[in-house]
Structure formats: C-alpha cells, structure tokens
C-alpha cells in the first residue's frame, strides 16, 4: 500500500505530462515573481521532507530563479585581433543549484541554508526552492535533531550542502 508522498513523487517524476494546465499555469506566474521568492509552504512536501524540512516555526522556504545557459567571458574593451579574443562561452565551476542557495544565503542572512531541491524550468530558467533554517530562533535551538546548525555559518558557500557535496564530487550520484 502506498502512502501518500509516494503519489506524490511518482508525479514529479514527470511533472510536465502529469501537471498539465497546472505545470503552465505555474511557470507563468513565477516568471513574473521575483527572482527570490519566499513562499508558505513547499511545492514538492515529499522532497521538501525527505531533506529535512519541517512545518514549524524557525524554517522557511525560498524560491529561486536562476538563468540557464552557459556564461559567457566579459567582452574586452581595448583593440585586440579576432585569435586573441578567447573562448566566448565558458563552463560554469558551480551547478545552478548551488548558484541559486548561495544567492538566497546572500539575502536572508540570519539563515542558514539547509538543502534545496528542483522545482521546475524551461527554455530560460530554473527554479530551485531553498530550505533555510533560522539560526537564532528558540524552536531550532530546543530541536536536538537541527540544533547542530546555529553553530555553522556559511555552510552554502563551504560547499556543505548536498549540491555543494555533488559539485565537490563528494556525493556517489
């Protein structure tokens, strides 16, 4: 017998098919959000709780907006001839994932970032909601299974996230 957060994993597994009208109807707003949103409550609950978030206080829910594509080298300003110009389009050293926890890390700095999961993108680009956790408030210290996080600070940029164990070619997938 399947639980509930099974349904829903099985629809994100392809969300484009299994959404349908909701899954346009979505991005289309999200577009015009900014490109740092704090939202209620999670999209995805499954994943959302299986990194370890949890409906109470002293967590908070982020969506990011990241631009897809591959960054380009800053065009030079002086005279140069055209086999000296370089590569135009470069790799980029960190995923979009990691761009987008340590984008929000940036603007809700009494946070700390705790994971961050896949929501959804197209042509140009991905949304990536960001769990954070509340350093300071009394409901996270009392937690004996989060209070380990008011100690660490930066955690994101250290590459101690999940997508920053990944990058850093700590993590088996």
């Known amino acids: 017998m399947k639980g509930i ?3 829903i994993r099985n629809l994100w ?3 484009k098919k299994e959404l349908g ?3 346009k109807k979505r991005l289309i707003e999200w577009r015009k959000e900014p490109a740092i949103y704090r939202i209620k409550r999670p999209t995805r609950i499954d994943r959302a709780r299986s990194l370890g978030y949890k409906a109470k206080q002293g967590y908070i829910i982020v969506r990011a907006r990241v631009a897809r594509g591959v960054t380009k080298r800053p065009s030079i300003k002086k005279g140069r ?3 000296r110009y ?3 389009r470069l790799p980029v050293a960190i995923s979009k994932q990691r761009i987008a926890e340590q984008r929000v890390a940036k603007k809700y700095p009494n946070c700390e970032v705790l994971n961050s999961y896949w929501v959804a993108e197209d042509g140009q680009h991905k949304w990536f909601e960001v769990i954070l956790v509340d350093r300071s408030h ?3 210290l009392a937690d004996k299974k ?3 996080i008011a100690e660490k600070k930066g955690r994101v940029f250290q590459g101690q996230t999940s997508a920053g164990k990944k990058g850093r070619g700590l993590r088996k997938k």
Do not use: C, E, F, S
Request: glycine content about 4%; cysteine-free.
């Open 146 to 148: 989060i209070n380990w």
């Open 86 to 88: 370089g590569q135009t």
């Open 13 to 15: 597994k392809k969300p």
């Open 5 to 7: 957060y099974q349904y």
């Open 21 to 23: 009208d909701l899954w």
């Open 138 to 140: 009394t409901a996270v």
């Open 81 to 83: 001839r055209p086999k």
